[in-house]
Nanobody, 128 residues
Framework: VQLQASGGGLVQTGDSLRLSCAAS????????MGWFRQAPGKEREFVGA????????YYSDSVKARFTISKDNVKNAMYLDMNNLKPEDTAVYYC??????????????????????WGQGTQVTVSS
């Protein structure tokens, strides 16, 4: 499975942006797909995740109420709608997917170790 993240760019504070993550290769069979981000000089951090079967979503406190994750099972795609962007949202955003279906607990969704497939990242820069 290959993941391709796209949609990043340079925006101003308060703007909105939609990131996309397209899965290709063999048929996507996954429990959870997630978004992570990494700012310069910082560790990769969890942004949010979506359970592929149910559509249930989970977010980090820093983006809750501003970011929304959705999916399209037919297109094998996941989206991240980001609203009211702030300079501290500036980072490379990565999408990821788990290889297995089942056997995960919700608390594991925020861990990068849960995910087996990663996209190449897309840069989001928010100017003040």
């Amino acid at each position: 499975v290959q993941l391709q993240a796209s949609g990043g760019g340079l925006v101003q504070t308060g703007d909105s942006l939609r990131l996309s993550c397209a899965a290709s290769g063999r048929t996507l069979s996954t429990e959870i797909m997630g978004w992570f981000r990494q700012a310069p000089g910082k560790e990769r951090e969890f942004v949010g995740a979506i359970r592929w079967s149910s559509g249930s979503t989970y977010y980090s406190d820093s983006v809750k109420a501003r970011f929304t994750i959705s999916k399209d099972n037919v297109k094998n795609a996941m989206y991240l709608d980001m609203n009211n962007l702030k300079p501290e949202d500036t980072a490379v955003y990565y999408c990821a997917a788990s290889r297995k279906v089942g056997g995960y607990v919700v608390s594991s969704y925020a861990s990068a170790l849960t995910y087996d497939y990663w996209g190449q990242g897309t840069q989001v820069t928010v100017s003040s």
